[in-house]
């Protein structure tokens, strides 16, 4: 594996990755990720791949090692390259911000492992948006904001799972004009679904004012994500009592549901702050 590279090489690398011919996933259908990601694994059995996520290039994919990724072309598997995406328009690096996300989420995973854990279900459900695929027998807690980018990133993500039912908590912690417009609205449920898959066309924080009639638990879910030591969002809660902060593939989703069994319990010590 390389640990250092020179800029040219690295650029013909890259190159080299996308352009490749021989092509081991000739065709991907949705969902793509999954594909690759099953493919990944056959082709290189002796690296334990997490997740797959599209990069701005057109058929290079991040592969996602744990806290460690790796770029690869759809069409060739045989090389990995480790080094950043820049996109020289903007003058970001578009990889930097990931890896530290993911190292984050590593960090927390082996904290949050030997923590004690009590029922899932003694969490305020009635103050979370719920949302039940397939028979709903796995169950996923999650702290959105709508004004959070990779919140609408992760709802893509979390279409693509089944079985499962998922509690979104709405927290402001960009402002509370548009989560308290889509609790406050008729059909809560199209309400978020609409917000985060097209923004918000309607104008429906303009629209929509809550009212004495429509007590909303904003208030309530913001002082409950602070107890539970939430900073940001997305974060997710698993049945086992494990958490993750920030976006995760729907391949790393499903391995932690999986891990996660029917066991339906969240951190002892943070959900006994979180009722005081």
Same mark, same amino acid.
């Given at each position: ?15 080299? &990755? ?12 949705? /969902? ?11 082709? %290189? ?14 058929? +290079?994919?991040? &592969? ?10 759809? %069409? ?7 080094? %950043? ?21 590593? #960090? ?7 923590? /004690?854990? =009590?029922?899932?279900?003694? +969490? /305020? ?25 990779? *919140? ?14 998922? %509690? ?15 609790? *406050? &609205? ?27 009639? *429509? ?19 997305? #974060? ?16 790393? =989703?499903? &391995?932690? +549901? ?19």
């Amino acid at each position: 594996m390389m640990t250092t590279t020179k800029p040219m090489l690295l650029a013909a690398a890259l190159v080299l &990755a996308v352009a490749a011919t021989d092509t081991v996933l000739a065709a991907t259908p949705a /969902p793509a990720e999954a594909r690759l990601l099953a493919a990944l694994k056959k082709a %290189h059995p002796g690296t334990r791949f997490t997740g797959v996520a599209p990069t701005p290039v057109p058929g +290079l994919y991040e &592969a996602w090692m744990g806290p460690n990724m790796a770029l690869v072309s759809r %069409h060739n598997l045989r090389y990995l390259v480790f080094g %950043h995406v820049f996109d020289t328009q903007t003058m970001t690096d578009l990889t930097a911000p990931k890896l530290a996300q993911a190292q984050r989420l590593d #960090t927390a995973t082996d904290q949050q492992e030997s923590a /004690p854990t =009590i029922a899932i279900g003694q +969490l /305020p459900l009635a103050d979370a948006i719920t949302t039940v695929r397939g028979d709903g027998s796995r169950m996923l807690v999650v702290f959105s904001d709508p004004a959070c980018s990779y *919140c609408k990133r992760l709802e893509g993500e979390l279409d693509r799972l089944d079985n499962v039912t998922v %509690h979104t908590f709405l927290v402001p912690f960009q402002g509370v004009a548009l989560p308290a417009a889509i609790w *406050c &609205a008729a059909e809560r449920q199209d309400a978020w679904r609409r917000v985060m898959r097209q923004g918000d066309p309607g104008g429906l924080a303009t629209t929509t004012q809550p009212t004495d009639a *429509c007590p909303h638990p904003l208030d309530r879910n913001l002082a409950l994500a602070r107890r539970l030591t939430v900073r940001g969002t997305p #974060t997710m809660f698993y049945a086992n009592g494990q958490r993750s902060d920030g976006y995760a593939s729907a391949a790393d =989703i499903e &391995a932690r +549901l999986a891990a996660a069994a029917t066991r339906t319990q969240v951190p002892a010590t943070q959900l006994q702050e979180a009722r005081q």
